[in-house]
């Protein structure tokens, strides 16, 4: 069982840089991936990254013009999102999810634990 609890977002300006954080509870997440997933009104949510927790692998997929970085912080059974030159189409609900996949899925559905989700919106 993972529990994920992500923060870090809000009403931001574009062209400021913006940290997204989930904070995982589990036992051990050695052997899950974690990814970030967002929704933008009124479309499908898409997955912009995933990390294999062990290794620290990562894979971009909804990530344009390369401003999107996903790490984490074992220590703190942390994952990140780091998005700069944050722009109005970044507007979304960001979901943190935990895959038993440990390295990681690029299909939504091998995602077993979602967070609540965090809104960030960019203003031009």
């Known amino acids: 069982q993972v529990q994920l609890v992500e923060s870090g977002g809000g009403l931001v300006q574009a062209g400021t840089s913006l940290r997204l954080s989930c904070v995982a509870s589990?036992?051990?997440?050695?052997?899950?991936?974690m990814a970030w997933v967002r929704q933008a009104p009124g479309k499908e949510r898409r997955l912009v990254a995933y990390i294999n927790w062990v290794g620290g692998n990562t894979q971009y997929l909804d990530a344009p013009e390369g401003r999107f970085t996903i790490s984490r912080d074992i220590a703190k059974n942390t994952v990140y999102l780091q998005i700069y030159n944050v722009k109005p189409q970044d507007t979304a609900v960001y979901y943190c999810?935990?895959?038993?996949?440990?390295?990681?899925?690029?299909?939504?559905?091998?995602?077993?634990?979602w967070g609540q989700g965090t809104q960030v919106t960019v203003s031009s």
């Open positions: 999810a935990a895959s038993s996949y440990y390295s990681g899925s690029s299909s939504m559905v091998d995602y077993e634990y």
């Open positions: 589990a036992r051990d997440l050695s052997h899950y991936a």
